[in-house]
């Protein structure tokens, strides 16, 4: 008796370090709320010009997330470890695949929303700054970072809560005050007769990988899983309170925007909190929301920046082949990886338009994390006795909507966007190849020896 006591104090005192409900969901909120919307609705709207299937695309990308996040859930808690889809794919599929989803995070996951999130920067300092030019800020921003976070790792240490705050903040801001202040037009939400086949179109399809970008950080479940108290319980929680709370602010904040200025104002426009802080604040007002959008997006800039290199780290750590992405100076900090990030961010801002930038990184990002939801039913045939602290609420049901509707998006964009998606499953195929020439080396190795 004494032992079972003494074992429970010891798991109390455990759980009193774990995160709670609260936290876990304010970590789901913060790793959602990004960049995607604040610059994507001017690009929605050249597709879908419709104000009923343009806020029903903001639904339909969380019920997306939503399960998404269920179903990553239960992956997470059956093969727990740190490594994400990398490890996921692994012991799933085939270390080929846990390679290619590591690679597509290392030259995309994080390069491309840094580059995003850079020139979303630019573009709301340009409306404050008039004049500026956009692409050289954009990389002027990134290689602030890459030197601040090659000199000072504490400098990545930015508090959760606070910018979760921050985010849900501003965003109640613009929804409150375009109420108060009357500068919301009445639009209708009902659907009109021709809005039906709007659903089905390409440009719908495309558009909901502008929104699933702006929902990306969903899958951030499988990384706080082992910090959570009774994940069993609190996990399913947290992500669909998270979620659930960034739907509703994505779908008032976009019915903002959408009430506060004239689609044909809003149309390929990126920054569109501007344009809409104007129209509700007047031209004063409308700066200071884009100053105050700005600064979160230096948030983004410098998150991605920071944790980007630590990825390829362990990945040169693993792969013969990338180990030049493992070495580390003097202060714990992997050079190599911070230098290629700088790299690959600064040919995507020179390169390539905004909205390139976005869908090849909506369609890679969503391959991979297509092919990790397919798992958890690979996983059920295969390994039906695993252990499983938590099981997909709604299994079957929830996976197989995710997959339906990403197969039926990503077949859109592969024909509407033929180079963008094409670069995309270059750079998988590219991953795969240098998995086949990594096991060559290793092979000629042991030869060696």
Known sequence: MHQDFQNDAVSTSLDKNKIGIFTATAIVVANMIGTGVFTSLGFQVQAVQSVFPLLMLWLVGGVIALCGALTYGELGAALPRSGGEYH????????????????VSVTVGFAAPA????????????????????QHVAALAMLFFTVIHSIDIKFGSYSHNFFTVMKVALILVFVLAAFWMRA??????????????????AGFAVSLIYVSFAYAGWN???YILGDIRDPRKNLPKALFLGTALVMVLYFLLNYVFLSTVPMTELSGQIEVGYLSGTKIFGAVGGQIMAAVIAFLLLSTVSGHVFVGP????????DYRALHLLSLKSKNGI?????????????????????EQVMIYAGFTLNLITTLTVA?????????????????TWGYPFTPFLFLLMSFWTLGFVMIDKPVESSFGLGIVLLGVTIYVFNNHLVGKQNKLT
């Open 88 to 103: 996921l794919l692994t012991k799933i599929y085939h270390p080929a695949l846990g390679f290619m989803s590591g690679w």
């Open 115 to 134: 580059a995003l999130a850079s020139i979303a920067l630019s573009k709301y300092l340009q409306a404050i700054f008039h004049g500026l030019p956009s």
């Open 184 to 201: 919301a037009e009445p639009i209708s939400m009902l659907p009109k007769r021709n809005d039906l086949p709007l659903f089905t179109s």
């Open 220 to 222: 951030a479940a499988i």
């Open 310 to 317: 630590r990825i390829m780290q362990v990945m040169g750590e």
């Open 334 to 354: 992997p050079v190599n990886g911070t230098v290629l990030q700088l790299f690959l961010t600064l040919i995507l801002i020179y390169s390539s338009t905004f």
């Open 375 to 391: 798992g958890v039913i690979v996983l059920r045939m295969r390994d039906p006795a695993l252990p499983r602290p938590y099981r």
